[in-house]
């Protein structure tokens, strides 16, 4: 028996470990390193689906098998108008972002008390210091100015535009990021300093929770070897679909559960001056859109061109993969600019339901897409027009909207302080329905307006354990 059982090990999982007292605590880690699934004939057809959901850097031939396995392991049924990446191996889907972070400052946090605030505020600051992330901390104010322009390679022109071009409806600025300013590199799970010692690990997949008695039993898998972890406390960190199908599961709620995250487009701009192109690395460039007014705005994040995305661009139009577009592409190369735009959760357009066969059915609402499309336009027209008159682009540029749910940011589902008494937790992330169940991922985080949710999921991950008991 032990004193707690922690699922998953991306970043939430280890950003509460990094502050969990562990003396004197038995302690279990379950979390999919390499696990395989029985293979089942319902998922033949999933290649094609996952093959225009992953992410530009993923390694498709070496990989695929895990964000098979989360379909599999989440019995997950595909939706043709909705794109979920998920990924079972080694720290999860954290291996795999892009590091812009956009915290809340403590005016915009309504969902905890003032003394919880300023815990959670303090999080994130201690990580930002550790882990040597850049930018503005809050979006509003520059956090550390030593730690952000000195120490990264920004490109002049985009220093320029962060120096010079901003106004009342179009804020540029530098871009918070969770990537260390001595090697450049994103902040991933391995990253995470923490005492591991004393911590019994299981590379299973947990299929479903029983309450018994006072007891969790957590049912895992791995191929056909199944095993039983019995524990006093349970805290979840599976990421939110994950976390929230086994939640649903085990307090049997089957009715639908809104996914929170932040509808998305892709653009493309052409530069007036030229920029260097580089490696993939997080955004440095941000800008906010304040299209209606100071309360309701966009994010967008900008990337000079780098190889990364030159390889995705060609295969997701395989029609311009000739050598004519190739060197076309290299003689712009240096003048584009791309762009990912992110609008509020409250345009969030996916739910789910979990059925009697313990599978996730998956729903996009038809009738909202016009509305995001056109909030979504709206703030593409303003940008652009604007940079055409401040003479930083020339007035042609690309869109794409890609599918709901591309933006991979899901939050919302089981919120801290929520009035829905069943999927709520309280601010210790407690389920208010059941006691020593707790939820650190991006399911405890309530509708905010930050439109990358990362940094709040650590920093509240990093809180909760902390003053975990
Ligand atoms: C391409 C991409 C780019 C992104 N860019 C950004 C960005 O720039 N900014 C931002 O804020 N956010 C971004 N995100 C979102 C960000 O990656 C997530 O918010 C974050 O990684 C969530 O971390 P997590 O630890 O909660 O979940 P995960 O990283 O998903 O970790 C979950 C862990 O649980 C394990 N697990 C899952 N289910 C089970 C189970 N049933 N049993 C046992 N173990 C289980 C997994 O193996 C994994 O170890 C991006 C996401 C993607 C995919």
């Known amino acids: 028996m032990y004193d707690i059982a922690i699922i998953g090990s991306g970043l939430s999982s280890n950003f509460f470990l990094s502050t969990l007292k562990k003396k004197g605590k038995k302690i279990a880690l379950i979390s999919t390193e390499n696990t395989k699934f029985e293979s089942k004939s319902a998922y033949k057809n999933l290649n094609k689906y996952i093959n225009e959901s992953l992410p530009p850097r993923f390694k498709k031939k070496e990989h695929i098998s895990s964000v098979i396995n989360f379909y599999k392991g989440n019995k997950i049924i595909p939706n043709n108008d909705s794109s979920i990446f998920g990924y079972l191996n080694n720290g999860g889907v954290s291996n795999y972002w892009g590091g812009s972070c956009e915290f809340l400052s403590e005016k915009s946090i309504n969902f905890l008390n003032k003394k919880e605030k300023k815990q959670l505020i303090n999080s994130f600051k201690s990580i930002y210091s550790k882990y040597k992330f850049t930018g503005e901390m809050f979006g509003e104010e520059t956090a550390n100015k030593s730690n952000s322009l000195n120490h990264l390679k920004l490109d002049p022109l985009f220093k320029e535009i962060i120096k010079n071009q901003s106004n009342k409806k179009i804020r540029f600025f530098q871009n918070c990021i969770a990537s260390n300013f001595k090697n450049n590199k994103i902040l991933k799970p391995k990253d995470i300093n923490f005492n591991s010692g004393g911590i019994k690990k299981f590379n299973y997949f947990v299929n479903s929770i029983e309450k018994i008695d006072n007891i969790y039993n957590l049912n895992c898998i791995n191929n056909k070897k199944k095993i039983s972890i019995k524990a006093k406390k349970i805290v979840i960190a599976a990421g939110t679909i ?154 042609f540029s690309f869109k794409l909207f890609p599918k709901m749910g591309s933006d991979n940011h899901y939050t919302g589902t089981i919120p801290i302080n929520s009035k829905n008494k069943k999927l709520s937790l309280n601010s210790n992330c407690e389920l208010k329905g059941l006691k020593n169940i707790f939820v650190i991922d991006g399911s405890a985080i309530p509708k905010n307006k930050s439109k990358f949710p990362t940094a709040l999921i650590i920093s509240n991950a990093y809180r909760i354990g902390s003053n975990f008991k």
Not at 374 to 395: A, D, S
Request: hydrophobic share 35%; charged share 20%; glycine share 2%.
């Open 242 to 395: 994950s976390t929230t199908r086994l939640i649903c599961q085990v307090l049997n709620h089957t009715t639908s559960v809104t996914l929170d995250h932040n509808p998305m487009m892709f653009g493309l701009f052409f530069l007036k001056k030229k920029i260097k192109n580089e490696n993939f690395s997080s955004s440095k460039l941000a800008a906010k859109i304040f299209s209606k007014n100071k309360n309701n705005y966009c994010t967008v994040n900008f990337r000079s061109s780098n190889s990364v995305i030159r390889k995705k661009i060609f295969s997701i139009f395989p029609q311009i993969k000739n050598s004519l577009s190739k060197s076309l592409y290299k003689i712009l190369e240096n003048r584009m600019i791309f762009l990912n735009l992110y609008l509020d959760s409250k345009y969030g357009n996916l739910s789910f339901t979990l059925n009697n066969k313990n599978e996730i059915n998956l729903k996009v609402n038809k009738k909202k897409m016009h509305i995001i499309k056109k909030e979504l336009n709206n703030n593409f027209r303003l940008l652009k027009n604007y940079m055409v008159k401040n003479n930083l682009i020339y007035p």
